[in-house]
């Protein structure tokens, strides 16, 4: 079986390679779904994709493919969002990202939204899941209490996706005396974020590799 994926922020493609065996893509935009329909694989794995800066992937284009018989598998990002769309079509999601957006915890884009190196496609600005569940670690950890995590986690929200970064966040916190200090919530962020996004995309690839084995 063969299988291509379209990734290359939430997870690089040296990365992926290590765990599944496949053709990897940029992150996924309008037509190129269609544009790998005709070229033999098996399965379609989305994991990055285009929001703002280009048209994002068609749902039809999935369609298309699915009816075509290609297996599609969703996580993580833009990955996620049309598997909570098209899971009653047939599309495969997996991944706490595909589960929120799926059972309405999660709706605006924004979630999973960052700007990105356009060489690299590597992500520069922080994931607004990424944040919620750091944050929730910090909280747990006793870093925060649960006061602090909510209004911490409301700065985030209100800033706009590519501004958001854990220094302009906990900074932020400071200056409205959220928190005293920008340490230890700060070295907290930085040292332990729990990258959501980046466990999603290999259980993406970890479910394409066991489709592909059966």
């Excluded at 993580?76 to 969002?81: I, R, V």
């Excluded at 985030?156 to 906990?170: D, F, K, N, Q, T």
């Excluded at 928190?179 to 690839?205: H, S």
């Amino acid at each position: 079986m063969r299988a291509v994926v379209f990734a290359g922020t939430s997870i690089c493609h040296e990365d992926a390679k290590a765990i599944l065996d496949a053709v990897y893509l940029p992150p996924v935009a309008r037509g190129d779904v269609d544009k790998v329909m005709s070229q033999g694989y098996d399965i379609i794995g989305i994991i990055d994709g285009m929001f703002f800066d280009r048209a994002a992937v068609a749902h039809k284009e999935i369609l298309h493919a699915m009816k075509k018989g290609i297996t599609v598998v969703g996580g993580c990002s833009m990955g996620a969002l049309r598997a909570s769309e098209l899971d009653v079509h047939g599309m495969i999601g997996v991944g706490k990202v595909y589960e929120w957006y799926r059972d309405g915890i999660l709706e605006s884009d924004d979630e999973v939204a960052v700007t990105t190196n356009p060489e690299t496609f590597e992500p520069v600005s922080v994931p607004l899941v990424n944040i919620r569940e750091t944050l929730q670690a910090a909280c747990d950890e006793g870093i925060i209490d649960e006061s602090t995590r909510l209004s911490v986690l409301n700065i985030a929200m209100e800033l706009h996706y590519p501004l958001r970064s854990y220094l302009g966040i906990v900074k932020t916190a400071v200056d409205k005396g959220v928190i005293p200090e920008k340490e230890p919530l700060l070295d907290y962020c930085l040292n332990n974020e729990t990258d959501v996004k980046r466990a999603d995309a290999i259980l993406v690839l970890e479910t394409i590799k066991e489709l592909m084995n059966k």
